[in-house]
Structure formats: C-alpha cells, structure tokens
C-alpha cells in the first residue's frame, strides 16, 4: 500500500532538479533536495519512537524546515498536529495534554516552558529553529536520504487542527490523508496551477490557509513559491515580478492598496490573488480591480473542510461573496433548528458534504454526532444564501447572529452599509446584553484618518437604509478591531469589552 498523501504531494513525477523554494531571500530548494530532506527527518522522527498514528506537535517560526518536517511526519505515518505560533505556555499544555503527542517540537528559545509541558503528558521534546540549529535538524545532518515511507491510507489520520476555540475550548479537527489530497487536487484544476506557477508564499503554516491550501497545491502542481517569513507589502510588490500568484488574507490586499507601488505595471506578470480566511471588504475589491485590473479571487473554507466553495477563476468574481461550491462539494442552505431545507434566497445555515469535510473532533464524539446531519452533511456555523446565480454569500457566524426584540439581526448586513459611508474603514457588529431588547445592536467602528464620522452620522445614514430593529443602539470608534493571526475579527473579546455598556 502506498502512503496515500505524501506519494501525491511529491510525486517521483515532478523533475527533481525542479526549483520548490525559489532563491530569495532564503536560498533555494529543489523537488529532489526536499524528497531527500523528507527522508532524513523522517529517519530522526522513527529513531525517536514515533510510530504511525502518533502525533507530533509542533509550534515553531515559519522556516523551509517547519515545511520539511510536515512532509517527514506525512512520510512516516505520523499525524501533524501545528499550533499557532502565538499560543501561551498555558494554551500549549491543553493541546498537548489533549491530543497525547509522542512529540512535541518548538524553537530553542521556548524549550523550557516545553520540557515542563511535555513531563506532565508524557511526551519528548525536541527543537526547530529558522537558523537550523535546533536538534532535529542536527540529528537530520547525520540521518541517511533514503527512507521507506510508512504506507498509509485514505482514510488515515494526517493531521489535525485546533480550532479558534472563540466559545469554549478549542477542538481537535481529524483530517486525513483523503480530505487533504482530495481537496489540493480540486483546487489544482480550479485555480489553474501548473509546473510553471510560482506562488508568494507569505502566510503562516501553522493554518490551514499557508500549510494545507498554499503549500500542497503547489507540490500538487510540481510548482514552485518564493518563501517569505511573514508578508510586507513593499516586500511582496518588489517580488511580483518574479512571480504569477498570491494567496493572502484580506489584510494583505488592504495594505497593498495603501501601497504609492501598487499599479498595472506592477502586477503585469502575476495572474491570479486569493483572499481567504476572513471575508474581504467589497470596497478593497473594487479598490484593488482599479488600481490593478485583476479581481481578487475570494474562497470560503474552515479549518473542518478545508475550502469549499470559490469564486469562478474565468467568470465573473463577485465582490462580498465566495463564489459556487467546488466540485464535489454539496452546499445547502438549511433551517439552524430544524436542518429543513430553506427556500432559495433565504439566510440559513450553511452546510456541506464532501472529501473535504473532516472525520470528526478528536476524542469528542458527541460533539461530532451533533454537527452532522443524519445524511452526512456538516453544520459549519456560518449563516449564509445562496443569489440567483448561484454565488454563495456568507452573512455572519451563527453564533454573532443578533437577537434584540425578538427580531434575528445579521451583522453583515448591518456592516455592510456602515462600511459604504464615507470615512469608515470597516466595521464590527456585535450584540450586547440589553434589559429592554435582549441584545442591543452595537456597532464597533473603524474610522479613516482625519475623518469626521460621528455616532449621529451614522444612525442618520442608516435610519432610512435599515429597519428599525437593525439600527444600532450605540456606536463605538476604535483605532483597531481585534484579530487573530488569520485576520478575523475576534467578535468575542469586543462583546467582553463592551459588555456593561447598556447596563443600568
């Protein structure tokens, strides 16, 4: 049996002299000096007793190693298990402490705060550091290039994701060999990589986003990327003409905007730029198609499902939605207590059915039976329509859906036309505790420099836009709204910080 994820993401097809990491600003790596760097790290890891099915825990800085090391765990039948490089001592103990990793890998400089984790759970330490000094790579300098890959199956854990944990604790996401490879391969052919892509690789890897959409579709591709630790807007600009995509979050294409480079000259050679992982504001896409001539193309997906749906890559992209549903991908807009089918054009949950969609919450199998449906569709949580055309609009989470008075409030109706005034950068809609309505519809503004928006101005432009109901009961001006390192507005610390506003 084959290793059903690792013989596909780097498959003996792909020419071995073929560059993966372009040079610069790091050096370069080709297919074949990645397949035996695999091998190496993948010796250290059976040397050290991980065994197929074990986990491996990893938070460490973005490096061409950290790469290395999930394809080694993939090559050796292990699970990765990645964590978010921002997670406190405390945040890490819960991870490991639940999901029991026979090793847990950070950089050099967090090791003891590790080793005290790791002797609570039962698990060994070891390190990984950009400058490649950590003991894993030392170990791998002595290891042999040629490993026999561990086979695994479609079926197979290979990895699982902690999400956001916004309400309660995090949850462990099973994805396996299948829902990784199937989903790449979809977006492959949707997103017309080939061989000769090079991609601006400039997000995270311990996401979804950066690791298992960026990373994969171009070794799916036998394509290549230039490697950046983190994303600079005068950085990327001077590097596009080396390459032909980008996949960002919508706060990259906002600070692209703000950028005196950003023009048609400068993006001449790149073909396409994705946005993910928070919605982008109808206004940066419009802003972006008029300074540069290409529409952003914008995708939904979650750390459960990886992505399912995406706007058209040769038909119209639609500014504030996400497109159709990916081939494979069932999508349906449902009634949140009942799971009936809601009638076209009407706002329900979302949910999906796919070889993208995860096998289920670590060690949670209550909660796994109580996101499914009886059919196999799975409840994201998000609140959406589908148009007439077909495009799916994502309306907001449906745990920020506003109740006051009774009446159900969506935020991003709401946002929308606050974010259409003048002066306003973005907003955030929240509910808040309320004695007469329940919740009292609040919104968190972000105004432009020098702009003279006020509160009155506000309610004044939304008193003929919006039912009564709707209107917000107050408007707060903030610098900043609260993100995590994906971009998304972490409505749950506004809602804490406000809270006793209506209070008395």
């Known amino acids: 049996m084959a290793n059903y994820l690792f013989d596909r993401l780097l498959s003996p097809a792909v020419p071995p002299d073929r560059p993966f990491i372009q040079p610069g600003p790091g050096p370069g790596l080709d297919y074949g000096a990645l397949r035996r760097a695999t091998g190496r790290l993948a010796h250290v890891l059976a040397g050290l007793g991980v065994l197929p099915g074990d986990r491996v825990a990893v938070q460490v800085d973005k490096s061409v190693d950290a790469l290395v090391l999930y394809l080694a765990c993939v090559r050796a039948g292990a699970v990765f298990l990645p964590l978010n490089t921002g997670y406190t001592p405390a945040e890490v103990d819960y991870f490991v402490g639940d999901a029991r990793p026979r090793l847990l890998v950070t950089g050099s400089g967090g090791a003891a705060a590790a080793r005290d984790i790791a002797a609570r759970h039962g698990a060994r330490v070891e390190t990984l550091d950009p400058a490649g000094t950590g003991s894993l790579q030392v170990a791998a300098e002595a290891a042999p290039d040629d490993f026999a890959t561990v086979p695994r199956g479609a079926e197979d854990l290979a990895a699982i994701l902690y999400t956001s944990g916004t309400t309660g604790r995090s949850k462990g996401a099973m994805l396996s060999h299948a829902n990784l490879a199937s989903n790449a391969e979809t977006l492959v052919d949707y997103w017309r990589f080939t061989a000769g892509d090079v991609l601006i690789h400039a997000l995270p890897i311990f996401h979804t986003h950066g690791l298992f959409v960026a990373t994969n579709v171009i070794l799916l591709a036998g394509a290549s990327m230039i490697f950046l630790a983190r994303f600079d807007a005068g950085e990327v600009l001077s590097l596009m003409p080396r390459a032909t995509c980008l996949m960002g979050v919508p706060t990259f294409y906002t600070r692209l905007v703000d950028h005196p480079g950003l023009d048609r000259a400068a993006v001449s050679g790149m073909r396409l730029f994705i946005s993910g992982s928070a919605p982008l504001l109808a206004e940066t896409h419009r802003d972006f198609a008029a300074r540069t001539g290409h529409a952003i193309l914008e995708r939904y997906g979650m750390t459960e499902t990886n992505m399912n749906t995406s706007n058209p890559y040769d038909r119209e992209r639609v500014p504030g939605t996400v497109g159709f549903p990916l081939p494979g991908v069932a999508l349906r807009i449902a009634d949140p207590e009942s799971g009936a089918a809601m009638a076209p054009g009407a706002i329900g949950m979302i949910e999906v059915k796919g070889p993208n969609v995860f096998k289920g919450y670590w060690q949670m199998p209550e909660k796994t039976a109580a996101e499914f449906r009886p059919d196999g569709f799975f409840i994201t949580g998000d609140l959406g329509r589908v148009d007439e055309r077909g495009y799916v609009h994502i309306v907001g989470r449906g745990k920020d859906l506003v109740i ?101």
């Open 404 to 504: 006051s008075g009774g009446f159900n409030v969506y935020p991003k109706e709401v946002e929308g036309e606050i974010d259409a005034l003048p002066g306003v950068i973005e907003s955030a809609v929240i509910g808040l505790p309320h004695a007469d309505f329940g919740e009292g519809v609040t919104a968190v503004v972000v105004r432009r420099k020098g702009a003279d928006v006020t509160e009155a101005a506000v309610l004044d432009a939304l008193a003929e836009r919006l039912a009564k109901f709707k209107q917000p009961k107050a408007v707060i001006f903030v610098d900043d709204l609260p993100r995590n390192t994906m971009g998304k507005v972490q409505k749950n610390i506004l809602r804490e910080t406000y809270k006793g506003l209506y209070a008395g």
